[in-house]
């Protein structure tokens, strides 16, 4: 096989197992309270699915074109298109301040037009892991243009766009059995750093987000919560096949497109689905994750 298509694959699948997991997880959002089990898979996913999603883009985010005028443009008019979409099913109209899923768009633009230019500085990715633990100590520093989370999530950002070609291609050239066995590994280290954190932090919902902490030990919960994010992107890195899968190649392809339209779907459901029983939620948003990604990414 060529190898840009194997690396193209190789992408695609790790983008299409995010996106299946951020629908998922997007279905049971809503229904968190319901259950310490759905809680549980929540933030379970959310400790590490943006911060995946984010080392991925910025991975891809080198050439010339992603940050050229016609990419940011496009970047500012589906902002504007999908954020006043929800503004006005939702009832808020304030451009400042992006709905849902949508602030992803606004980080896009700001690490786009600045990661060429810092990238070239000694330690930056020091300096943006100390920019980001402090950011927790300013509750001025919240989702006001997504601010919160540009800082928050840049380090994942550039260590994505500081990835060679060449040392990612190196990783996907290993043995699969091998790296299969490392990747089971790292994430079953990964699982139990996430548990231990998960057991002793008072996670909220906001702590995945990056908002304001609500005490100091916060600042240590968000290292566990990088640390996390870390090994569990080694371990997706390790496991994605480098081979093309059918639906999940072509999910992750496409999965700009599921993740601008994905949101409102997610939302009616859970309004639907929340007095079933546990394990029919979970069944439900499984089925739906695979429905709607395989809707919003089909190629025909």
């Not at 089990?37 to 590490?48: P, R």
């Not at 291609?169 to 280290?189: D, E, I, S, T």
Request: glycine share 6%; with cysteine; proline share 4%.
């Amino acid at each position: 096989m060529d190898q840009s298509k194997t690396r193209s694959a190789y992408w695609d699948n790790i983008k299409g197992i995010l996106m299946l997991l951020t629908v998922f997880a997007h279905v049971l959002y809503q229904l968190q309270d319901k259950s310490d089990i759905l809680n549980g898979i929540v933030d379970g996913i959310y400790m590490f699915h943006m911060p995946a999603f984010v080392f991925v883009s910025g991975f891809f985010g080198k050439s010339e074109r992603s940050h050229g005028f016609p990419a940011i443009i496009r970047l500012i008019f589906l902002y504007f298109v999908c954020n006043s979409i929800m503004g006005f099913i939702y009832g808020c109209h304030s451009l400042i301040t992006p709905m849902y899923s949508f602030w992803y768009l606004l980080a896009l633009i700001v690490w786009r037009l600045t990661t060429h230019h810092i990238a070239k500085f000694k330690e930056i990715r020091l300096i943006l892991f100390a920019l980001a633990l402090f950011a927790g100590f300013y509750g001025s520093i919240d989702n006001t243009f997504a601010v919160a989370r540009i800082i928050g999530f840049y380090p994942f950002y550039m260590i994505g766009y500081q990835l060679s070609t060449e040392k990612a291609a190196a990783l996907v050239q290993k043995p699969y059995g091998r790296r299969c066995v490392l990747g089971l590994a790292a994430a079953l280290v990964t699982g139990c750093i996430a548990f231990a954190a998960y057991r002793f932090f008072d996670y909220t919902d906001d702590s995945f987000i990056m908002a304001a902490y609500g005490h100091p030990i916060d600042a240590f919960g968000r290292i566990a919560i990088y640390a996390v994010a870390f090994g569990a992107i080694y371990a997706l890195r390790l496991l994605s096949p480098d081979r093309p899968l059918p639906l999940l190649t072509m999910i992750g392809r496409n999965s700009l497109w599921i993740f601008l339209l994905h949101r409102p779907f997610t939302l009616m459901l859970s309004d639907r689905i929340e007095k079933l029983p546990v394990p029919a939620v979970i069944a439900i948003a499984c089925a739906a994750a695979i429905l709607l990604c395989v809707l919003f990414g089909n190629e025909l």
